[in-house]
């Protein structure tokens, strides 16, 4: 039987959601499973592995931030995502090591694409604010999920 661990503090509306999406798809591979909550007084980093499957909650603002990246997937303090070929610590260490190499869009975008190879991580809801620019703003360098504009990224066409 598959063991899945819900983050404790998640909202019922998202745990209702996961609990049907991942119910129908166990169920459909004739999979027996049970939903755990995740103990709220054991911090992440100190936690056994008695799950299959957990599934946390991680709110960095709504933006792919590199030091969030980095804090989940690169380090053992964190939420300790696994990163098993290592490729998303190499993109953040090219990423801080030179801004210019990447913009934050390519930098997303090149996060997604590993994350997505790789499967080690699914992610099960994307949230982010909605924001309209001007014709006139070259979206280059602008994240469709940004939290908040970054000028040091916004040019002019």
């Given at each position: 039987k598959l063991t899945i661990m819900l983050h404790a503090s998640m909202p019922s509306r998202e745990q209702d959601y996961i609990k049907k999406l991942l119910g129908r798809t166990m169920e459909s591979l004739a999979l027996p499973f049970e939903f755990v909550d995740e103990p709220s007084n054991v911090p992440l980093w100190k936690m056994n592995e008695s799950f299959d499957i957990r599934i946390p909650r991680v709110n960095t603002g709504g933006s792919i931030l590199s030091e969030a990246i980095r804090m989940m997937f690169c380090s053992k303090m964190g939420i300790s995502f696994p990163d098993p070929g290592g490729r998303l610590c190499a993109l953040t260490n090219q990423y801080e090591a030179d801004e210019k190499s990447l913009s934050l869009s390519e930098y997303g975008d090149r996060f997604n694409e590993i994350l997505n190879q790789e499967s080690s991580v699914i992610p099960l809801l994307h949230a982010g604010w909605t924001w309209f620019f001007s014709k006139?703003?070259?979206?280059?360098?602008?994240?469709?999920?940004?939290?908040?504009?970054?000028?040091?990224?916004l040019n002019l066409k």
């Open positions: 006139d703003i070259d979206l280059a360098g602008i994240s469709p999920t940004m939290g908040i504009p970054r000028f040091d990224l």
